[in-house]
């Protein structure tokens, strides 16, 4: 009688326990590997790479973490993402965001659930996984261009009075453009940066420093937005970071803080991502067609492949546009007769060709989407982290850009 009574405790007992831990705030979970750094981690998660995060990640894994956020090979470590049952999601988000925002913050966590499980992460069915960050005080009115960003429309989003939001930010340094020629007055440029807000890109390591395709690639692309000034160009710049300019550091801290023009959030969803982009340069384009004669839009990008493969600056056009095609025939060619001058006997094997991209296929200016190497090749990276090399690949294709339009006015 003793043995069943105890054994009906112990039964009580377990049952309880359980019931008092789906009662906790529970945490998405991963085991360190060798080499892994916290800074990647958050940003494979999609985690706001900030002071406030890792505080946050140091107080669920007290003890488990050495100086500097090291951490140690096959320790479990909780992230500041919680994980809550479907249908208690409502409830556990009631008293932390006002009635009217929680349908958006409901299709936010949607997306980003289904982008973890699209990465690989192991979801538990049937729950959703929250960023500590979406119910944080500065997230939890959800700004109205998030409210824009589910249903991927951009037409009636109303941007923040931020001028730095509508004109290329260069940094103090090199914030003034003085205008040296007029050969570009008549043209628009829609410059696309790969990447950025939630998605770093392609990344690699150089001496044991991370390489994020989307701070490069920002880099390079607010110098040539800054060359096509100086020579008269109009230029919106799709991707914005209000806080970097110009750097000639040699390692990029990354950051997540990048919007699209006007301030509208870039979307986790990567189709969605996409589909926003493309909407808001046909926009700009459609209000500029009639205005200037050449309207151009270029999208940068670094590759990656295999440690072993360096490949020089490539191109992608339209299939359907002559323009297209020929606008990177144009910069191909300058490339080449660039390094043969600076650095003879070189070679360039860079290559033009067409490709399925979803940004070729539903932009509706000419594009070009240019691939500037490989981000994980020790020799191309070289070509990134000397700020001399993202100059001159800017200016490069400043003048490639150029050469294109004076071939324009010499058919005449």
Same mark, same amino acid.
């Given at each position: 009688?003793?043995?069943?009574?105890?054994?009906?405790?112990?039964?009580?007992? *377990?049952?309880?326990?359980?019931? +008092?831990? #789906?009662?906790?705030?529970? @945490?998405?979970?991963?085991?360190? $590997?060798?080499?892994? !750094?916290?800074?990647?981690?958050?940003?494979?998660?999609?985690?706001?790479?900030?002071?406030?995060?890792?505080?946050?990640?140091?107080?669920?894994?007290?003890?488990?973490?050495?100086?500097?956020?090291?951490?140690?090979?096959?320790?479990?470590?909780?992230?500041?993402?919680?994980?809550?049952?479907?249908?208690?999601?409502?409830?556990?988000?009631?008293?932390?965001?006002?009635?009217?925002?929680?349908?958006?913050?409901?299709?936010?966590?949607?997306?980003?659930?289904?982008?973890?499980?699209?990465?690989?992460?192991?979801?538990?069915?049937?729950?959703?996984?929250?960023?500590?960050?979406?119910?944080?005080?500065?997230?939890?009115?959800?700004?109205?261009?998030?409210?824009?960003?589910?249903?991927?429309?951009?037409?009636? *989003?109303?941007?923040?009075?931020? +001028?730095? #939001?509508?004109?290329?930010? @260069?940094?103090?340094?090199?914030? $003034?453009?003085?205008? !040296?020629?007029?050969?570009?007055?008549?043209?628009?440029?829609?410059?696309?940066?790969?990447?950025?807000?939630?998605?770093?890109?392609?990344?690699?390591?150089?001496?044991?420093?991370?390489?994020?395709?989307?701070?490069?690639?920002?880099?390079?692309?607010?110098?040539?937005?800054?060359?096509?000034?100086?020579?008269?160009?109009?230029?919106?710049?799709?991707?914005?970071?209000?806080?970097?300019?110009?750097?000639?550091?040699?390692?990029?801290?990354?950051?997540?803080?990048?919007?699209?023009?006007?301030?509208?959030?870039?979307?986790?969803?990567?189709?969605?991502?996409?589909?926003?982009?493309?909407?808001?340069?046909?926009?700009?384009?459609?209000?500029?067609?009639?205005?200037?004669?050449?309207?151009?839009?270029?999208?940068?990008?670094?590759?990656?492949?295999?440690?072993?493969?360096?490949?020089?600056?490539?191109?992608?056009?339209?299939?359907?546009?002559?323009?297209?095609?020929?606008?990177?025939?144009?910069?191909?060619?300058?490339?080449?007769?660039?390094?043969?001058?600076?650095?003879?006997?070189?070679?360039?094997?860079?290559?033009?060709?067409?490709?399925?991209?979803?940004?070729?296929?539903?932009?509706?200016?000419?594009?070009?989407?240019?691939?500037?190497?490989?981000?994980?090749?020790?020799?191309?990276?070289?070509?990134?982290?000397?700020?001399?090399?993202?100059?001159?690949?800017?200016?490069?294709?400043?003048?490639?850009?150029?050469?294109?339009?004076?071939?324009?006015?010499?058919?005449?």
């Amino acid at each position: 009688m003793k043995i069943k009574t105890l054994s009906i405790l112990i039964l009580i007992l *377990v049952n309880f326990q359980f019931v +008092f831990s #789906l009662s906790q705030d529970s @945490y998405l979970s991963f085991k360190a $590997k060798k080499g892994d !750094k916290l800074d990647k981690i958050l940003r494979f998660y999609h985690l706001p790479v900030t002071k406030d995060t890792k505080q946050k990640f140091a107080e669920l894994n007290k003890k488990k973490i050495e100086e500097d956020f090291q951490l140690l090979y096959g320790v479990k470590y909780f992230l500041p993402i919680y994980i809550v049952e479907s249908q208690n999601l409502t409830k556990f988000l009631k008293d932390k965001v006002p009635n009217e925002d929680l349908k958006v913050l409901k299709q936010r966590i949607l997306n980003y659930t289904k982008l973890l499980r699209k990465q690989g992460v192991a979801v538990p069915k049937s729950t959703f996984l929250i960023p500590y960050n979406y119910l944080s005080a500065q997230v939890q009115t959800v700004p109205k261009e998030e409210k824009k960003e589910v249903v991927s429309k951009v037409e009636n *989003v109303k941007s923040k009075e931020n +001028f730095k #939001l509508f004109k290329p930010y @260069y940094g103090k340094k090199y914030q $003034k453009v003085k205008v !040296k020629s007029r050969i570009l007055k008549n043209c628009a440029f829609y410059l696309v940066s790969g990447h950025g807000g939630p998605d770093p890109g392609a990344i690699g390591y150089f001496e044991g420093k991370e390489l994020d395709e989307d701070e490069y690639a920002y880099d390079i692309t607010l110098r040539l937005a800054r060359h096509l000034e100086e020579n008269g160009a109009t230029v919106y710049m799709i991707t914005i970071d209000t806080v970097d300019g110009i750097r000639d550091d040699k390692f990029l801290e990354t950051s997540n803080r990048e919007v699209f023009y006007g301030g509208v959030t870039i979307p986790l969803n990567q189709k969605e991502r996409l589909q926003t982009c493309a909407d808001i340069v046909n926009k700009l384009y459609k209000s500029n067609r009639n205005k200037k004669k050449h309207n151009i839009s270029i999208n940068i990008h670094l590759d990656s492949r295999s440690e072993t493969e360096k490949v020089d600056v490539f191109f992608y056009y339209q299939e359907q546009s002559p323009t297209s095609k020929q606008i990177a025939i144009t910069l191909q060619k300058t490339l080449e007769e660039q390094y043969e001058k600076h650095q003879p006997g070189r070679g360039y094997s860079g290559t033009v060709e067409t490709r399925n991209l979803f940004m070729l296929k539903n932009s509706l200016p000419p594009t070009v989407y240019i691939e500037l190497g490989n981000i994980r090749n020790r020799s191309n990276q070289y070509r990134f982290i000397d700020n001399t090399n993202r100059e001159a690949l800017a200016k490069w294709l400043c003048l490639g850009l150029i050469n294109f339009i004076k071939d324009q006015q010499n058919k005449k």
